[in-house]
């Protein structure tokens, strides 16, 4: 007998397509909320490394802490959609429509807030790295509509987890930004101090 609890993996041999990879969904959203408070700590690291703040790097503190509480929150949108009564197929076809307009949404928010930078006279992110996050964003997006439609083979939670784990690829890349910076804060600080001994 399956317990009504969503949060059980259905053992092997009985999944009787209305079990939910529950303990998956909420160790995701876990993630999520962990990754959001981690994401509070980088604020701090340019300030350790001497490093100047930069109008790039809000919004890719803006990216970190949106994309991480995107996959907190829909990690358990499918297991609230079961409790109203959908089955797991449909839960995950509604999450996933809303995922990926939840991505598009979000991507739209961050190049208006990366042009209003620009215009503030702010440096931007360079092109091909803004090329690549969109097109790995929308690539994602046409995933989760397509799954949403019951177009991919294989069934629509793993296609759904795939689009969330994807979000921490996202979250991660501003990751990227502060190192650089760091980097170039430190190697401006070596030529200065060999400039200084010669």
């Known amino acids: 007998m399956h317990s009504t609890a969503l949060v059980n993996w259905p053992l092997e041999g009985e999944h009787n397509g209305d079990d939910m990879p529950g303990e998956l969904l909420t160790t995701i959203a876990e993630c999520g909320i962990g990754f959001a408070g981690f994401s509070a700590l980088v604020v701090i690291i340019p300030q350790l490394a001497g490093t100047p703040w930069r109008g790039q790097m809000a919004t890719g503190l803006w990216l970190m802490v949106s994309w991480s509480l995107t996959a ?28 990926g ?8 928010l961050a190049g208006s807030r990366d042009r209003k930078l620009a215009r503030a006279g702010a440096a931007r992110p360079a092109e091909r790295r803004i090329v690549v996050a969109a097109g790995f964003a929308i690539s994602v997006s046409l995933m989760l509509f397509l799954n949403s439609a019951g177009v991919l083979p294989g069934s629509r939670s793993g296609w759904y987890l795939a689009g969330l784990l994807s979000l921490f690829v996202l979250a991660a890349a501003p990751l ?9 804060n430190r190697d401006r600080a070596t030529v200065q101090d060999d400039e200084a001994d010669d």
């Open 72 to 99: 907190f929150v829909f990690s358990l949108l499918p297991l609230v959609v079961r409790e109203f009564g959908a089955s797991e197929s449909e839960a995950f076809a509604i999450s996933s429509g809303s995922l």
């Open 101 to 108: 307009i939840a991505i598009i949404v979000q991507g739209v």
């Open 176 to 184: 990227s930004l502060f190192l650089e910076q760091l980097d170039a």
